[in-house]
Nanobody, 123 residues
Framework: QVQLVESGGGLVQAGGSLRLSCAASGRTFSSYTMGWFRQAPGKEREFVARITWGGGTTYYADSVKGRFTISRDNAKNTVYLQMNSLKPEDTAVYYC????????????????WGQGTQVTVSS
């Protein structure tokens, strides 16, 4: 029902910035939550940030709080993740996801997923 297309990943030096975009197709509802997750090699997929589609309520993992900002443009059906002060430990495949419902900080709570985009931070 919902398809997600991500862009913006790449290679960046530690301390640099990247902005990820996720364009959603299909009908969206105010009760939906859009989130970002990441998965590094050999590690479990972890929560990064989320935003509710209707009210714009945001929530961040402690590891990225103060450095990353999630936002959305409802007219464009797009969610963004602005990543500043990047660290080597931020290196991972980043996934955009949609949950049919509000909130949710675990990957298994989300219903639709993008293909993932690689973010590599060099030291």
């Amino acid at each position: 029902q919902v398809q997600l297309v991500e862009s913006g990943g790449g290679l960046v030096q530690a301390g640099g910035s990247l902005r990820l975009s996720c364009a959603a197709s299909g009908r969206t509802f105010s009760s939906y939550t859009m989130g970002w997750f990441r998965q590094a090699p050999g590690k479990e997929r972890e929560f990064v940030a989320r935003i509710t589609w209707g009210g714009g309520t945001t929530y961040y993992a402690d590891s990225v709080k103060g450095r990353f900002t999630i936002s959305r443009d409802n007219a464009k059906n797009t969610v963004y993740l602005q990543m500043n002060s990047l660290k080597p430990e931020d290196t991972a495949v980043y996934y955009c996801a949609v949950r049919i419902g509000r909130y949710g900080s675990s990957w298994y709570e989300y219903d639709y997923w993008g293909q993932g985009t690689q973010v590599t931070v060099s030291s």
